[in-house]
């Protein structure tokens, strides 16, 4: 019998519970580690210098421009962070995912993962190693020009 504290909640009871191939589950993680490390990582300078590619100053005339520029700034940035979190966030994923199935991968079939083992190890730190994010220049601060902002 499974005790109460790993019960599923009241609501959920009757879905029963999630089955996991412990041996698909290690594969995954490798397979997710190797994806992210030969595939998506290497790629990350190129991202880098498209991102860094300079804009230039908008006549502060033209009110409309540098608000977009702002904009444009703002929502480059939170682009380049979603970007780069990615990888690590990826390799956290994996390292939880290869530590259950290390786990529980030598079980038997009615033992169950807790709630609160697959929260610890998805709250471990990544074994990829996250990479400093590139600095981007905003066109419309005082240090880039003369522009009057509105």
């Known amino acids: 019998m499974i005790p109460e504290d790993n019960q599923p909640a009241g609501w959920l ?26 595939n998506y990582a290497p790629h990350l300078s190129y991202i880098a210098d498209d991102m860094k590619a300079p804009v230039p100053n908008p006549a502060d005339a033209f009110v409309e421009l540098v608000q ?11 682009t380049v962070s979603m970007v780069w979190d990615l990888a690590p966030a ?3 994923l994996a390292g939880a995912a290869a530590h259950i199935a290390t786990r529980y991968g030598d079980s038997d079939a009615f033992s169950s993962a807790r709630v609160a083992d697959v929260e610890r190890a998805l709250a471990a730190p990544s074994t990829a ?8 220049t905003d066109p419309t601060a005082p240090e880039q020009g003369r522009v009057v902002l509105p």
């Open 13 to 38: 009871r009757d879905y029963g519970g999630i089955e996991a191939d412990i041996r698909r589950m290690r594969e995954f993680a490798e397979r997710l580690q190797d994806e992210v490390t030969r």
């Open 90 to 92: 990826t390799g956290r």
């Open 129 to 136: 190693a996250a990479r400093p994010v590139p600095p981007l």
């Open 68 to 78: 977009f520029l702002q904009a444009h700034h703002e929502t480059q940035q939170a």
